[in-house]
């Protein structure tokens, strides 16, 4: 974002570019770290045709979110699909709650209106409630559903959805990508990954070759990373915090309701930085990160339509 709270669009061409260029197989656009509760439709449809254009053919452009209106939903992926994305990421409908059967009729009903791969997104720390087990194995036989990011961090369902379906599991948790990757995952969809794309690839790489000391080295190099990150602040705010103090975005704005973070959550996340080292492509030498700047929250012009 820019300082008074609109979508920086320079800034989100040359940050796509930098991700892919560090090994990112694909970019999630408009997903929760991207902003996505307080993000236009219009926005959301400009980043997909932003990201294809950046990408160039080098990594797939997945649109994420949703809507926790089924119909939204649909209009919203349709649109996303002509816009070119390569693949759709359905978040379970969050707030209104729906039962199984209901989770079940919103993602078959997604699935159905597009042709693209869908990957569901399960994450009930955000949405209230999870897919279920039964559910993800009735969801598996759609044709076009072929994958989970998982945040529920339940690795014994994760064992069983592999060993009984054809899915492909992406990690939704950084702090284990190492662990789900372990078990059979095919990759992660990360919000550190923003800052550090490297070593999640020489991470992935790793495992898919058996050398299990890499990727052990690169998850602990991560570690203290992945703290600032994820712990103290929503994901969004320290990752644009860090970026911005890194100098690779102009502004570490984000739109309410989220705020920057207030000065003891900033000292606490320049601690666990000062803990990093190592870390491919990323040189907290120069680190200087700017409070004032970060501060409170930013009202758009033009408010967001998801419901």
Do not use: C
Not at 237 to 263: C, F, M, N, Q, T
Request: aromatic letters at 4%.
């Amino acid at each position: 974002m820019t300082a008074d709270g609109e979508v920086d669009w320079p800034g989100v061409e040359k940050h796509i570019d930098e991700v892919i260029s560090a090994g990112a197989d694909g970019i999630v656009v408009t997903g929760t770290t991207g902003e996505t509760s307080t993000l236009t439709d219009p926005e959301k449809i400009r980043l997909v045709e932003v990201g294809k254009d950046v990408a160039a053919g080098r990594a797939k452009i997945i649109t994420g979110g949703g809507s926790n209106e089924t119909a939204h939903a649909i209009e919203l992926y349709q649109h996303s699909e002509q816009a070119g994305a390569d693949g759709i990421m359905i978040v379970t409908p969050y707030y209104n709650k729906p039962t199984q059967a209901g989770i079940l009729t919103h993602f078959r009903m997604v699935a159905d209106a597009t042709d693209l791969p869908v990957i569901l997104y399960d994450i009930p720390g955000r949405t209230g409630v999870p897919i279920r087990y039964e559910t993800i194995l009735r969801l598996a036989k759609h044709p076009n559903i072929l994958a989970v990011k998982d945040a529920k961090g339940d690795f014994s369902e994760v064992s069983r959805v592999l060993n009984q379906t054809d899915l492909m599991y992406f990690s939704g948790d950084d702090a284990n990508v190492l662990p789900h990757l372990s078990i059979g995952a095919s990759g992660l969809i990360g919000v550190t990954a923003n800052i550090a794309p490297a070593p999640y690839r020489t991470m992935i790489d790793a495992v898919n070759a058996g050398d299990l000391a890499t990727a052990t080295a690169a998850h602990r190099q991560l570690e203290p990373l992945v703290r600032a990150v994820m712990t103290h602040v929503p994901g969004t705010v320290a990752a644009k915090y860090i970026l911005h103090g890194l100098g690779r975005i102009d502004s570490p704005r984000v739109r309410l309701p989220l705020v920057g973070p207030e000065e003891w959550e900033a000292a606490l996340i320049e601690d666990e930085i000062d803990l990093v080292e190592g870390v491919t492509g990323v040189d907290f030498h120069n680190f200087r990160p700017d409070r004032n700047a970060a501060a409170g929250g930013a009202l758009p012009k033009v408010a967001g339509t998801t419901r």
